[in-house]
């Protein structure tokens, strides 16, 4: 009777293993499959958009209107500063609302919104290097003044 029993559990066991082995095609085409982050398929998108005053450019209102952007996505800025900006802020948020729609906006942290070339007198230049999509507010400065913070 012990050697049955023993026998029984060694093939529970064997058929749990083997159940975990072959789950694992299920798991990996569960989830995403991966998003490409290579340029080449990721064209630069312009955008003229925002508005520029007294030395500060801000890509939108902090409420509505907030540039979509996708994992991959690269966007240039016209930013209208004439000059290099001195200082460069990027927001994300999970609605085109931003702070009208919790959680509202936040800093842009690791590979949200990373700067890339060309950053310039012209244009500010970004790509979200996650495979998550944002809503994005650029802010810049040209010198003297900080950006316009959320509800200021």
């Known amino acids: 009777m ?3 029993r023993a026998r029984a559990l060694a093939v529970v066991a064997l058929s749990a293993v083997a ?4 789950s694992c095609d299920v798991f990996t085409s569960v989830g995403p499959k991966g998003c490409d982050m290579a340029a080449g398929d990721n064209p630069m998108t312009p955008f003229d958009g925002g508005s520029t005053a007294n030395g500060v450019y801000t890509s939108s209102p902090w409420d509505r209107r907030l540039v979509y952007f996708p994992g991959g996505m690269q966007i240039s800025f016209a930013h209208g500063l ?3 900006p001195t200082a460069i802020q990027l ?3 999970f609605s085109e609302d931003g702070i ?6 936040a800093q842009a942290a690791g590979n949200q919104a990373v700067l890339i070339q060309p950053t310039n007198e012209q244009f500010i230049t970004v790509t979200n290097q996650t495979c998550t ?7 810049a400065e040209a010198g003297g ?3 316009p913070a959320p509800g200021g």
């Open 2 to 4: 012990a050697r049955l």
């Open 19 to 22: 159940g975990l082995v072959c």
């Open 82 to 84: 004439g000059v290099m």
């Open 91 to 93: 927001y994300v948020a």
């Open 100 to 105: 009208a729609t919790p959680p509202g906006v």
């Open 133 to 139: 999509d944002y809503w994005l507010i650029v802010t």
């Open 145 to 147: 003044t900080a950006p």
